[in-house]
DNA sequence: TTGAAAGCGCTAACAA
DNA sequence: TTGTTAGCGCTTTCAA
């Protein structure tokens, strides 16, 4: 393993001065750079990041905990991030939260030990308040896609606004009875858009439950008539098992663009996930770099891909 | 930052012996270690990684690269190895591979910066061998999925014999005309499997083109009047999508079992990622802990979830 | 512009 | 059983 000493001494040179070659804006002769800097090509040295962490406590690393979601969207989230965080010299650390294993909390210890100089993490809940707090002090932290701790940065996105789109896109094609399978926290979006088009509200074509069933769903689509139907993250799955079980076409939208919807050409929200990740990444490393600690409550606006399934 | 010698002087001893009290099989009285361990965890002492690091030359840590297909499975094998590592005590550092992005390069790069004690990845072929061979010397490595290099330990799939059990599956169900839609690495298990039961092999039910479309498959399907079929990785998507479009039911096996294969209720062929995980892990483990470098090439057999589609 | 030297937190050989 | 000490590879202050 080749060290900045033996390129000291093989350029004739102190350790200092080979160290200065590698720091940006240090005073050293220009000549003397090149020729350790051609020397360290030659040897192929790479800096050890330990004794550099070791000194100036810090590990060019981010760590990220992975949501025990089924949702392979993940993946490319990590993509992103990672790509950004090489721009700027940075690695990235994941821990999973596993189902049957070990929970956000073994992650945390993971993340800490590991001497990240950041993390990123999708809390459920505030049950690790304690680590959280600890760790807040020693680390900058950042929340994705969901926020429950009102005191650390957080960047999360409009989902209300993604249903809100989606709705109206339904409506812009000439269709009013847009059955809605999903959750409770973005169906805002879906009656704005219904009152701002001057559509009455019908409450039975909005189901709430998460739980619900492939077979619900063809009941209600059978029972009800609707004219479209809008599916969320993993109610869009069994909205879609559901349309396609009855060999029906029926205008259809999912929320969240994940592979098997550009599979069937469907209709999708989207999360611009370059851009999350740019923002994401640009934070810390600033946070990092100018050890400040602005906070920052980021809202991004997903968008809509229109392909088959809608027309 | 709490360090052992603070611990030291809560404890009255010296930074020599509680270092003892944290490193196993190390002579110390058991009352002190106790002490020392209370006094540890009362202020949420945790080793320095880069301090041990930098004295041990390891770094606790296991590098992966992530290929740039666009299959979502890796998410699920980056689970499934975390996970292993953690259990002894070891993290993951990820790199990715972007299409437009930067390439294996400057992943090998990424993770011989981070000092991580192994590396595993899946390499293409071996246009990287400078840096390759270079690293082979500084950390363990492991080839998993592929294996162009071939004095690198390998953990590879045995897909022929996945294509066999597949094919022996639609037999035994009465079919013998089965169209196959896949790549040519895999169909030598087509072929056993048709051999051993006494059935005639039509080649033109065998389509080995990679990029082939929707509209071929469904061609293919009505002109030839297959009795079953065979899709094979991103075929497995054209194949099915092509079904579906012609609403026919026709018994379908899908090679990989991926989230929408899944969704669908698809009978596939799988592959037993906790055990490749732990085979691999503990491949690495024991090469990095005995410093060893016995090298294995491991072959893992895939196997069959028997689902709706192929009945 | 350069070098000498201290020290980051930890481990391990040696001495007690 | 414990303490002293050197040193892992690097950065940085201070002096030259």
Redesign the pocket.
Known sequence: ?V???EI?DKC?????????A??PN????????DKILKVAKELD????I???G????NTQTVGIIVPSIDNYFYLDVLKHIEYCLHKYGYRLIVSFIQRGGYGEKEALNTIEDSRADALIFSPRNTENSDIVNRLKNKIHMLQLFTAPYNDISSIIMDDVYGTKIATEHLISNGYKRILYIGGDERVQGYYEALENAGIEIDENLVSLNWGISEEDVKQKILSLNPSAIIGVARQAETAWCAITSLNIHIPFIAYDDVNWVKMFDITAVAHPLDEIAENIVEYIISCIEQKSNQSINKIIKPFLIERSSSK
Chains 1, 2 share one sequence.
């Open positions: 393993m060290t900045i000493k000291a004739g040179v102190s350790i200092a001065t080979v160290s200065r590698f720091t240090s005073v050293i002769n220009p000549q003397t750079k040295y790479r800096p050890n330990m004794a550099r070791l000194k100036n406590s």
